[in-house]
């Protein structure tokens, strides 16, 4: 089912951009190519070949099922070969099989079986992706709706008395009572000036300062952005920018929006010294509303409050629910991508192929353990909807194929699918050399 993926060249530093890209890249193929195997063994149909990884086999074992399992040179995608198939992407018209063996087949399985094998391999990447999503949320739980403070910042200025579990009961005389309140009552304020924070500490109430809620503070990083390409960090502090002081976030915006194409120093706080870094933004499509963009200089930052909320910790069962809500995100989220690319409304310059995401890979991976897996979640829910794409070729071609027969009560025509699937594969690849040419295109 990834069998393409063999022609894509690959480029980049071994250690900071392959190897996370195979590792994630085989996770995903492997758990979307078992899904194929463990139902299609279910359903009585014989696997031949479990292979991940193309070319020369560097490991194989056989089972007791008589399937041949092996480790291939070349990792970048796998494949299940069933009894019968004619290449790795099931085609029919393969080798023959004796008649007492046909039910044993993919092709000559009954069609609720077939169409339950094909479909097993995206929704194995569902599942996984629907575990990870929820496992993540269940070990850091969510944050709190309580006015207290849970985690404070590392910002330059120390004189501030807030405390992490600090009350908070009024924001320069303003009282509030849920965290909403906070971040509602902290954009009408003055940045210029230090806040006043009425606080419950101990039991008793007490005035302390404290920072400006948003100030110029990196809260999160895009992979192969200007700042991630540039070396901006989360947690750094940004205190100037081409000279201009920054005392909040939307003043970084402001400056980015009034630039060129020029980079801009900008002087950064972090552990406790100052540095100055190169940075170039670029135009990105920005959506402002759920169906329009504009194109904004941007390089790939998001902000952060002074003090985050608290987290509680969720059952199971809600941990559950927010990974199959997340998943489903993912989904509608491609979904929408591709409708937004086909009529034009974002450019086709941001199809990303597997040069972007062997860099998004080795640029997750340097942010921790977390982000690398939550990368793993979000290619695998992609990598599943994608393949259910009614092209030839992918899971959903096989899909429309059955589709026909259980309507039309015969199957196509061994010549009809043939030429579908060529096409199928000649539609996939020219995507691929397209979005391998965006890559290079960003990479320059």
């Given at each position: 089912m990834f069998d393409f993926l063999i022609h894509i060249p690959l480029?980049?530093?071994?250690?900071?951009?392959?190897?996370?890209?195979?590792?994630?890249?085989?996770?995903?193929?492997?758990?979307?190519?078992?899904?194929?195997?463990?139902?299609?063994?279910?359903?009585?149909?014989?696997?031949?070949?479990?292979?991940?990884?193309?070319?020369?086999?560097?490991?194989?074992?056989?089972?007791?099922?008589?399937?041949k399992w092996q480790l291939a040179a070349v990792p970048l995608g796998g494949y299940v070969r069933f009894l019968g198939d004619a290449d790795a992407a099931s085609r029919p018209g393969g080798q023959d099989v004796a008649a007492a063996l046909k039910h044993k087949t993919l092709n000559g399985a009954k069609l609720y079986k077939r169409a339950l094998t094909v479909f097993a391999g995206p929704a194995a990447n569902f599942?996984?992706?629907?575990?990870?999503?929820?496992?993540?949320?269940?070990?850091?739980?969510?944050?709190?709706?309580?006015?207290?403070?849970?985690?404070?910042?590392?910002?330059?200025?120390?004189?501030?008395?807030?405390?992490?579990?600090?009350?908070?009961?009024?924001?320069?005389?303003?009282?509030?009572?849920?965290?909403?309140?906070?971040?509602?009552v902290s954009g009408g304020l003055d940045y210029t000036v230090d806040i006043s924070y009425?606080?419950?500490?101990?039991?008793?109430?007490?005035?302390?300062?404290?920072?400006?809620?948003?100030?110029?503070?990196?809260?999160?990083?895009?992979?192969?952005?200007?700042?991630?390409?540039?070396?901006?960090?989360?947690?750094?502090?940004?205190?100037?920018?081409?000279?201009?002081?920054?005392?909040?976030?939307?003043?970084?915006?402001?400056?980015?929006?009034?630039?060129?194409?020029?980079?801009?120093?900008?002087?950064?706080?972090?552990?406790?010294?100052?540095?100055?870094l190169a940075i170039t933004p670029e135009f990105r499509d920005l959506q402002i509303s759920q169906n329009t963009f504009e194109k904004r200089m941007m390089i790939g930052v998001s902000g952060a409050f002074a003090f985050e909320s608290p987290r509680t910790n969720l059952s199971v069962i809600d941990a559950a629910g927010f990974g199959v809500k997340s998943t489903y995100f993912v989904i509608s989220s491609s979904l929408n991508g591709i409708y937004l690319i086909a009529t034009g409304q974002v450019g086709a310059e941001n199809l990303q192929g597997p040069l972007g995401i062997a860099q998004m890979s080795g640029d997750t991976a340097s942010k921790g353990l977390v982000s690398f897996i939550e990368l793993i979640a979000f290619l695998s829910a992609a990598i599943g909807f994608l393949n259910l794409l009614p092209i030839p070729?992918?899971?959903?071609?096989?899909?429309?194929i059955y589709a026909f027969e259980a309507v039309f009560r015969r199957p196509p025509s061994v010549k009809a699918v043939q030429i579908a699937m060529t096409m199928g594969l000649t539609l996939l690849l020219s995507m691929m050399v397209f979005a391998t040419f965006n890559d290079f295109i960003r990479l320059l």
């Open positions: 480029i980049g530093d071994l250690l900071t951009t392959v190897i996370p890209f195979v590792i994630v890249l085989s996770i995903v193929v492997a758990i979307h190519e078992y899904g194929h195997y463990i139902v299609g063994r279910w359903c009585g149909i014989h696997a031949e070949v479990f292979s991940l990884g193309f070319g020369p086999v560097i490991y194989s074992r056989q089972d007791k099922h008589g399937t599942i996984l992706s629907t575990a990870i999503f929820a496992g993540i949320m269940f070990a850091s739980g969510t944050v709190s709706n309580e006015p207290v403070i849970g985690k404070l910042a590392d910002l330059p200025q120390t004189q501030y008395d807030l405390r992490e579990g600090d009350r908070i009961l009024a924001i320069n005389g303003t009282k509030v009572e849920t965290f909403s309140e906070i971040i509602k009425l606080i419950q500490r101990d039991g008793r109430e007490q005035q302390v300062t404290g920072p400006y809620f948003t100030p110029a503070l990196v809260g999160w990083v895009m992979p192969v952005s200007p700042a991630s390409k540039a070396g901006l960090k989360k947690g750094d502090v940004l205190l100037s920018a081409d000279d201009n002081e920054l005392r909040t976030f939307s003043q970084l915006i402001e400056v980015i929006k009034a630039s060129d194409t020029g980079a801009i120093d900008l002087r950064v706080w972090r552990d406790g010294r100052e540095m100055t070729v992918l899971d959903g071609g096989h899909l429309v």
